[in-house]
C-alpha cells in the first residue's frame, strides 16, 4: 500500500532562512510524487511533482525536491525563506487502488516564517 | 480561467437538514474527487469519480453521496447531516492520462459546520 509520512506538522524558520520539510513515502510500484501548497483560506495548489526522469526537480516560488529511492525520501527545500511562504505544505504518493488511480496525501506541515 | 468552483464556501446548518454542496469544474477532466480537511488529520477522500456515470467510495465515505451525471459536475450530498461531519470540503479534478494525470486542481473550499 502506499503512504506518506511528513515529519514534523510545524516548523518554523527564520527570513533568509533555508526551508526544509520532509516527506518519507512507501510505494509497491513506482512512486508518482507531489508537493502541494496551501495558502490561507484556499484550496491547495501543485509546487512541483517527479514522474520520471532527473531526481531533482524545480517547482513555483524558488522550491524544489529531489526524489532519493534510496532513502524513500522527497524532502522539499527552498534556499531562503519569505513571509509569503507562511502556508501549510502538503506531500502526495500516487497509489493504484484496485486499478485506479489516486493520490495518497501527508498530513501536512505547517510553515511559519519568523520576521 | 480553467477552475474548480465549490459553492457554498461557507454554511451553518443544524442536524438532520439534508445539503449539498455543489462543484463544478471547467477543464474537461475525466477524474473529480472530494476531501474533508481535518487539523490533524490532513487531507482525507470521500469519494471520487473516474467519469461520467462511475463513483467510488475513498476513505471515509460514511454519511456521504455523490452523483456524476454530467462531466463537469459533482455534488457532495450529506442526508443527515452530525456534528462530526463539520469540516473543511474540498473538491478537486484532474485528466486520469498523460502528463495532467494526478496533476489535481482544487476548489477554494466550503467550510461548514453542523449544530
Known amino acids: 500500500a502506499q503512504s506518506v509520512t511528513q515529519l514534523g506538522s510545524h516548523v518554523s524558520v527564520s527570513e533568509g532562512a533555508l526551508v526544509l520539510l520532509r516527506c518519507n513515502y512507501s510505494s509497491s510500484v513506482p512512486p508518482y510524487l507531489f508537493w502541494y501548497v496551501q495558502y490561507p483560506n484556499q484550496g491547495l495548489q501543485l509546487l512541483l511533482k517527479y514522474t520520471t526522469g532527473a531526481t531533482l526537480v524545480k517547482g513555483i516560488n524558488g522550491f524544489e525536491a529531489e526524489f532519493k529511492k534510496s532513502e524513500t525520501s522527497f524532502h522539499l527545500t527552498k534556499p531562503s525563506a519569505h513571509m509569503s511562504d507562511a502556508a501549510e505544505y502538503f506531500c502526495?504518493?500516487?497509489?493504484?487502488?484496485?486499478?485506479?488511480?489516486?493520490?495518497?496525501f501527508g498530513q501536512g506541515t505547517r510553515l511559519t516564517i519568523n520576521p | 480561467e480553467a477552475q474548480v468552483t465549490q459553492n457554498p464556501r461557507y454554511l451553518i446548518t443544524v442536524t438532520g437538514k439534508k445539503l449539498t454542496v455543489t462543484c463544478s469544474q471547467n477543464?474537461?477532466?475525466?477524474?473529480m474527487s472530494w476531501y474533508r480537511q481535518d487539523p490533524g488529520l490532513g487531507l482525507r477522500q470521500i469519494y471520487y469519480s473516474m467519469n461520467v456515470e462511475v463513483t467510488d467510495k475513498g476513505d471515509v465515505p460514511e454519511g456521504y453521496k455523490v452523483s456524476r451525471k454530467e462531466k463537469r459536475n459533482f455534488p457532495l450530498i450529506l442526508e443527515s447531516p452530525s456534528p462530526n461531519q463539520t469540516s473543511l470540503y474540498f473538491c478537486?479534478?484532474?485528466?486520469?492520462f498523460g502528463s495532467g494525470a494526478n496533476v489535481l486542481t482544487f476548489g477554494a473550499g466550503s467550510r461548514l459546520t453542523v449544530l
Open positions: 477543464m474537461n477532466h475525466e477524474y
Open positions: 502526495a504518493v500516487r497509489a493504484i487502488i484496485q486499478g485506479a488511480q489516486k493520490l495518497v
Open positions: 478537486a479534478s484532474s485528466f486520469i
